[in-house]
């Protein structure tokens, strides 16, 4: 086994059978290792993973992984990408993975298995530009600690869960933040008006919750960055939207971890308590997307 590898890529080559336990050998890999793109492989995270303290990219997307992710992850002292989206892996998502605040840049674990809460400590990860956790099966409420995450800028993704209670003020904080989507999860209560700080944002998806109130005034500062709102399915939603709103864009600069897909524009309900943008008040059951 060649022990003395600094970077090992075998993404997309149609990989088959189990991952081999020797592979977590090479502890002297210091750039990348990659298998992602292979999802005929299969095979779990060992605990020996947090023994690559020099590995800087760990990219596993689709690559069949089952079990859970080892609390030695923490261990990673020089990981700037931890990229592990698509995969099977079950459990809780380790709090330890707050200790790699210093370098780590990305994390996505999106479209796996994930059930229980999400850690608080994941706030402490102050160096990140990204972090995606969407597509899983988490519960519980979304940490006020996560508005410490102010290098954000890529995106904050929770969507497609089971996460209840309010949505954080604390989140207006992340001044640079292009993506914020929480749809599809159970929140409740109004939509807070310090989200009108937020004049970074492309994306903010608010769809499928039960959220209420009025829609806040303080939106309309988004007008300028804005291409994407939804707010459909939260029929406690009331007022009238910000007139600014009307004029989402509805075009779409794609990053590196968020394509251009889907619909755009603004979308929400029309009904006798939530009108605007062209939207009678009184008129119930049609839609409006612009």
């Known amino acids: 086994m060649a022990t003395s590898l600094r970077v090992l890529g075998l993404v997309s080559n149609g990989l088959e059978g189990s991952i081999p336990s020797e592979l977590w050998l090479l502890t002297k ?6 298998l992602s793109q292979n999802p005929q492989l299969e095979g779990i995270l060992p605990t020996e993973i947090g ?44 709090t330890e993975l707050g200790l790699l605040h210093q370098n780590l840049s990305v ?34 409420t979304l940490p006020s600690e996560f508005g410490k995450l102010t290098s954000l800028t890529l995106g904050l ?38 989200f009108g700080l937020l004049t970074s944002l492309s994306w903010l998806e608010m769809a499928n919750n039960s959220l209420s109130g009025i829609v806040p005034q303080e939106l ?45 524009g603004l979308s929400f309900d029309c009904t006798d308590i939530l009108c605007g943008c062209g939207c009678d008040c009184g008129t119930i059951g049609a839609n409006s997307t612009q």
């Open 29 to 34: 890999l210091e750039g990348f290792l990659g």
């Open 157 to 194: 993704t929770f969507h497609s869960n089971q996460l209840t209670g309010t949505l954080p003020t604390e989140l207006s904080s992340i001044l640079s933040l292009q993506n914020l989507q929480f749809q599809n999860n159970r929140f409740i209560g109004q939509i807070p008006s310090e």
């Open 51 to 94: 023994q690559f303290s020099n590995l800087k990219v760990l990219n596993l997307e689709d690559c069949g992984l089952r079990g859970t992710l080892p609390s030695e992850l923490g261990q990673m002292d020089s990981l700037e990408w931890l990229f592990v989206p698509r995969n099977s892996i079950n459990g809780t998502i380790p």
């Open 220 to 264: 309309s500062a988004l007008q300028q960055s804005l291409h994407t709102l939804t707010l459909q399915d939260n029929p406690l939603l009331s007022g009238s939207l910000p007139d600014a709103l009307c004029q989402t864009n509805g075009t779409c600069t794609s990053n590196i971890l968020f394509q251009c897909e889907g619909s755009y």
């Open 107 to 140: 994390l996505s674990l999106l479209e796996n298995n994930l059930t229980g809460s999400l850690p608080s400590q994941l706030g402490e990860l102050t160096s990140s530009t990204a972090v995606s956790v969407h597509s899983n099966q988490l519960t519980g």
